[in-house]
């Protein structure tokens, strides 16, 4: 790896590259790095660069928690080491480069907090099982001028939703966008004016997970870089505003078997066999999942009916209001397009982790074939409480100590995690609880808006 390092180090020097952003993204989704010059890079690869193993305690607000006994002191440090092969020029940023990294410990023995290695770990187990996953995310944000405090109040674009009139005023940037994301690598499936006040939204190409996960991260870098530069900021955050439409990561997974996409439609309109068992295995565990794919205060807070955000547990045929949204192939796409789509994901989750506890719970489905009930094409916040207790149709965690309780009440999902990473990601949500608990909505949602 460091003979490819040294030959990237070489060629972007030659381009005018100064640094290497080494990026990870930690317990609260919130991306970081550390910038190297190139001339270090391959000594990166083989050694890592140091820094505090304290980075798997920090909270949402970059406070330091002490509650998980591993990490109980401002003692410790952990290597971390660039995926070569994942390196990239950014083509907003010409003087920088980028790379996701590993986060060993100063052995350079995996660290059980490295949330990259967990995915790893889920995606070797599948090929165990001989399964493969594909993965893709559709990303929702909000665009506001460079230094508004507030997207409502200095919208980015007028409207209407899914105009192209909406986005003339963002034309630099929009053209940005589509230059800088081929020229990264990304793929995207399609962007427009989303439903929301100043709201975008964008698709990346289904990959295999972990670079699903990389390139969620590459793109938010992507995206931040081309908005700076035609003067205007982007919100990631699950609100911009209490009633404001929620921007969701919406993840996409599909799994296949010798190349067969066990989601494919049966005889029913659904998936049937192990198909059925993985989508039941993400609804059997779809609260502790949601504690990992939307685990901030603000995503309890997007996750109301009426929203197309997922707020009760169900899932539906391309039902918009389901958390679990299952796409069927068609004769016009083919039988590889079917998908299932999980909506109650955002960003403050963890991509890695976000995608390493779908497939773990896929996984336990396709193990175990829990019933797959009935498919629900209404919106079950429309119904009675009663209505909804006959389906057997709850509401999905809505608060810190809801969501906790959800994740520690299946193994499955706090498996994946192990008892290390569990702890960290346990005491992190905890610290957020508690900074949260004596202010508003209004002051939870302002006080992301820029974190992610
Ligand atoms: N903005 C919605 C959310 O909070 C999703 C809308 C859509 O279905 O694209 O997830
Ligand atoms: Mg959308």
């Keep these: 790896m460091t003979k490819a390092?040294?030959?990237?180090?070489?060629?972007?020097?030659?381009?005018?590259?100064?640094?290497?952003?080494?990026?990870?993204?930690?317990?609260?989704?919130?991306?970081?790095?550390?910038?190297?010059?190139?001339?270090g890079l391959a000594d990166a690869a083989g050694r890592g660069?140091?820094?505090?193993?304290?980075?798997?305690?920090?909270?949402?607000?970059?406070?330091?928690?002490?509650?998980?006994?591993?990490?109980?002191t401002p003692s410790g440090d952990i290597r971390l080491v660039p995926v070569v092969e994942r390196l990239r020029r950014l083509a907003g940023q010409p003087a920088l480069a980028w790379a996701p990294v590993r986060q060993l410990t100063r052995d350079g023995e995996p660290w059980p907090y490295c949330q990259r290695t967990v995915l790893e770990a889920q995606v070797a187990e599948g090929a165990r099982r001989g399964l493969e996953f594909r993965a893709g995310y559709e990303l929702e944000f909000a665009v506001a001028p460079a230094g508004s405090s507030d997207v409502l109040a200095a919208p980015g674009h007028p409207g209407p939703a899914y105009s192209p009139h909406a986005l003339v005023p963002l034309d630099g940037f929009i053209g940005a966008l589509l230059h800088d994301f081929a020229a990264n690598g990304l793929q995207i499936g399609q962007l427009h004016a989303e439903y929301g006040v100043a709201q975008l939204e964008l698709s990346l190409a289904a990959t295999d997970p972990v670079s699903a996960a990389d390139d969620q991260l590459l793109a938010r870098q992507t995206i931040h870089a081309a908005a700076r530069v035609h003067g205007l900021a982007v919100s990631f955050a699950p609100l911009v505003g209490l009633d404001a439409a929620g921007n969701g990561w919406h993840l996409h997974t599909s799994v296949r078997r010798k190349g067969r996409n066990l989601l494919e439609t049966g005889k029913t309109g659904q998936p049937d066999g192990d198909g059925a068992g993985y989508?039941?295995?993400?609804?059997?565990?779809?609260?502790?999942?949601?504690?990992?794919?939307?685990?901030?205060?603000?995503?309890?807070?997007?996750?109301?009916?009426?929203?197309?955000?997922?707020?009760?547990?169900?899932?539906?045929?391309?039902?918009?209001?389901?958390?679990?949204?299952?796409?069927?192939?068609?004769?016009?796409l083919g039988e590889g397009h079917a998908n299932v789509e999980l909506k109650t994901s955002d960003a403050s989750a963890n991509p890695y982790l976000a995608l390493a506890a779908v497939l773990a719970a896929g996984m336990a489905g396709i193990e175990d074939a829990p019933a797959l009930?009935?498919?629900?094409?209404?919106?079950?916040?429309?119904?009675?409480?009663?209505?909804?207790?006959?389906?057997?149709?709850?509401?999905?965690?809505?608060?810190?100590?809801?969501?906790?309780?959800?994740?520690?009440?299946?193994?499955?999902?706090?498996?994946?995690?192990?008892?290390?990473?569990?702890?960290?990601?346990?005491?992190?949500?905890?610290?957020?609880?508690?900074?949260?608990?004596?202010?508003?909505?209004?002051?939870?949602?302002a006080a992301h808006l820029w974190r992610y």
């Design 49 to 72: 660069v140091g820094a505090t193993s304290l980075f798997a305690v920090f909270d949402s607000h970059d406070a330091i928690t002490y509650a998980h006994d591993k990490l109980s």
């Design 279 to 332: 989508l039941a295995g993400l609804l059997r565990d779809l609260p502790a999942l949601t504690a990992i794919t939307a685990p901030s205060v603000p995503s309890t807070l997007r996750l109301r009916p009426g929203y197309f955000a997922g707020a009760y547990a169900f899932w539906g045929v391309e039902n918009r209001e389901a958390p679990l949204r299952y796409v069927p192939g068609s004769a016009l």
């Design 5 to 39: 390092a040294s030959a990237a180090a070489k060629d972007f020097a030659a381009a005018g590259v100064g640094g290497v952003h080494l990026a990870w993204a930690d317990n609260n989704g919130i991306p970081r790095s550390r910038i190297i010059p190139v001339a």
């Design 373 to 445: 009930p009935e498919p629900i094409g209404d919106d079950p916040g429309g119904w009675t409480d009663r209505e909804r207790d006959v389906r057997g149709v709850s509401r999905l965690p809505a608060n810190p100590a809801e969501q906790d309780a959800a994740l520690v009440a299946s193994p499955r999902i706090a498996g994946v995690l192990g008892d290390d990473l569990l702890g960290a990601f346990r005491a992190v949500r905890a610290s957020d609880a508690a900074w949260a608990a004596d202010r508003t909505a209004d002051e939870i949602v």
